[in-house]
Nanobody, 123 residues
Framework: EVQLQASGGGLVQPGGSLRLSCAASGFTFGSSDMMWVRQVPGKGRELVST????????FYADFVKGRFTISRDNAKNTLYLEMNSLKSEDTAVYYC????????????????RGQGTQVTVSS
């Protein structure tokens, strides 16, 4: 069974930082492109960032460029998202998911509903 458990969220003030982690199991993590998506209640999921299976290629949505950094540790089957200079509009539930940009665009990526982590940016 595929498991994608995100953690590391919390309440942070604007301008603050958080580091999200995603523990993956049940599939060949080291051979899989991965992504972070986020969702605000009442809105669809939006792509935040992707990383290739070997970590050599990354993609960032314009609204996080220069502030967020995606990385992975294939030895630990773990995906990360370092978030700096957080803004109130970054408030959302963050999920890790299997796939890259193409999978996001086509809607064929996999994520585990209910295993996201809440990030709240507020003073």
């Amino acid at each position: 069974e595929v498991q994608l458990q995100a953690s590391g969220g919390g309440l942070v003030q604007p301008g603050g930082s958080l580091r999200l982690s995603c523990a993956a199991s049940g599939f060949t993590f080291g051979s899989s492109d991965m992504m972070w998506v986020r969702q605000v209640p009442g809105k669809g999921r939006e792509l935040v960032s992707t990383i290739s299976s070997d970590g050599g290629r990354t993609f960032y949505a314009d609204f996080v460029k220069g502030r967020f950094t995606i990385s992975r540790d294939n030895a630990k089957n773990t995906l990360y998202l370092e978030m700096n200079s957080l803004k109130s509009e970054d408030t959302a539930v963050y999920y890790c998911a299997i796939g890259g940009v193409r999978a996001y665009v086509s809607g064929t990526y996999y994520y585990s509903r209910g295993q996201g982590t809440q990030v709240t940016v507020s003073s």
